[in-house]
């Protein structure tokens, strides 16, 4: 491996994608650990759980009885943390006032839905095959779809609207939205209130931090390289030297990035030039699937545990200039926090809130113990 | 209280400290919680434990025996995340080449410095008067000054060297470092694996993101607004709002920001500019002290626990130009994680990593709520 000596010595490394730095320092995994152990997720939960707000058939906290769907099933958040109408804001500051610069606020309204992976109220997705995936990611295109503004490039592509499962909940929204987060929360140590697997979609009229500090540098890559794209070269990059890939397929490829701040931190990037769900073929959404399946597989493997994450697609805005929506490169982030054992997680405290994010094993490590955990779920045989 | 309409709609609050934003949904906190509970730290803890790595007297993981230290103690972390010395690192990538561009890395050198609080095990800042911090401040400011680039316009103060405690690990480094990081861990909540009352101190070649991010924001206004310091102003105009105030005392101002993103973040704010730890005088550390004990006090107040946190100072850099050491501005985060009580926390996992910083009750409803935790410390009558 090139520039092994990064194995020893404490180091910086630059996240093109964001533009920020990590502190790597690999020596530090020999201090012995004292503190906080997480308790693992049992895995002996019922396939249905009468109490459970997301099982078929079940009454929802609101009172809303689910359907008796058969893959997946989407509904607006019972607790939607933005919403799709509210009262106007006008703020009282004067303009040029102390006050009009240093208390600046924006009304944010737009939609949340939950999206059930499964009817099984046992399965995550790393129980799932590529059969059972290809909804998800169906639905989550349907989602996409319905929210796209009709001015966009993407739009134009008009494709069939690809129904996922029992998505009656979707529909065109009031207002056009800025961007979509469609992400997963999983385990209990990532603040998940409901094992019964299931994402959530976030989509606002405004453009969040991290999607628009990405968009930033994919913008600005593009103008300095003639018109390159930073993640397209970036996996060309990876997928030659090999040494963080975890998995490959032909148009995906699964890997610790280079500036990755989570211990076993993974990015799912396409190969090709993407911009968004709604660019994928199906043989593309299938290898999507086997990517999602590969990498959810392994990191159960890897701690014999239920691996907590929190995982997000980025992609293209639903609204955005022609500029913005070229630049877009689809990928999912997985942060997941354990470090050490299915009871030992990292925290990225202290320093990381108030310095910089810092690392313990290298991404290059990672990414060689997480190819050695391919092969069947660990939990298989007790199924 | 103006703009009463955020205190129900949802917003985003834009962090002119940072230049970032924070998404505020009050109406959230109504939705029930069922996920991870956290475990209070015990308060039975004795006043000395043999089996303590920071008690003094005792022996430490390198075999290091503590002194019998009365206020504070400094020693040299014995893992430490970065060191004074490792091999050089020289990139073996050629430039112009993808991987130059994509994989770049920098060698960090430093020092890790942990401090005692306290000869005693079982108490915590909350538990300390002001007597018994101000040697911690002093200490604090040994150190910034032992560290201090002699061609910085700080140094020329040529203040006496003020001695916190036992402060013999202090020495003049073999490089000069760029910033010095202050900070504590509080609680197993934040990664803490020693409840005796200790910080930490890191200091490193690079300038961390953070203070790098905020240093940029306060060099912005400064050089848009006539030379005024965004802090020093923001301290005027919150003295005067009062919704956001927690305590205010002659040199200093503790307030829930109106960007804050944790549910009861707190920022300690030198009320004149003041660029870091050497610019006080005795008065002022006095003030400080208070301050934090003020704080510290409300927040185990809160909830009846011992709250957990990390807070970190944000100064002047140690070296830097003069333009940075001059819009440099004195303050503290205090970045505690519970939400509703002693074990229901906020998680910012999910969107909050994926897409953008989300809280639920406002900062006013955060200051309130700390107000009203005035008094002495609930546990008192209890020691
Ligand atoms: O140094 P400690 O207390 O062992 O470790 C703690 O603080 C460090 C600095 O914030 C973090 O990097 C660690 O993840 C955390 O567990
Ligand atoms: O919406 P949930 O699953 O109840 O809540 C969880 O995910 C949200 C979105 O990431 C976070 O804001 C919450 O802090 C977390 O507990």
Redesign the interface.
Known sequence: M??S??D???????N?LRG??V???PH?T???????QESPTKTTLPAYDPSCYLCPGNKR?QGDINPKYEKTFVFVN??????DE??E?K???KDGS??S??????????KCYVITFSPSHNLTLADLDVAHIVPIINTWTHLYTAHLSPSSPLAKLNKAVINGGHDESISKPNAQYR?M?I???KG???????PHPHG?V?T?T?L????SMELEQLKKYRCE?GGAN?LE??A??EST?KERVVFENDSFLALCP?WAVWPFEVMIVSKKHKRALVDFDDKEREELAEAIAEVTRRYDNLFETQFPY???L?QAPLEGTDEEIEASHFHI?F?PPLLRSATVRK?L???E??????RDITPEQAAARLRDCAGPLYRKALN
């Open positions: 090139p520039d000596i990064l020893d010595i404490s180091h910086r490394r630059y093109q920020s730095w502190l790597v320092s530090r020999k201090r012995p650990w004292q503190g906080q906290a019972d607790y939607s943390a933005v919403k509210q009262e804001y703020p009282e500051n102390l006050a610069r240093l208390l600046r606020a924006e009304s944010v309204t737009g961007y987060q992400f997963e929360n209990s140590a990532m603040g998940c209130s409901n959530q976030w606002t405004s969040p931090e991290e999607p390289h930073l070269e970036y060309q990059l030297k280079w929190s995982m997000g980025h982030h942060y925290f405290v202290g320093y809130m108030l310095a910089e994010p810092q």
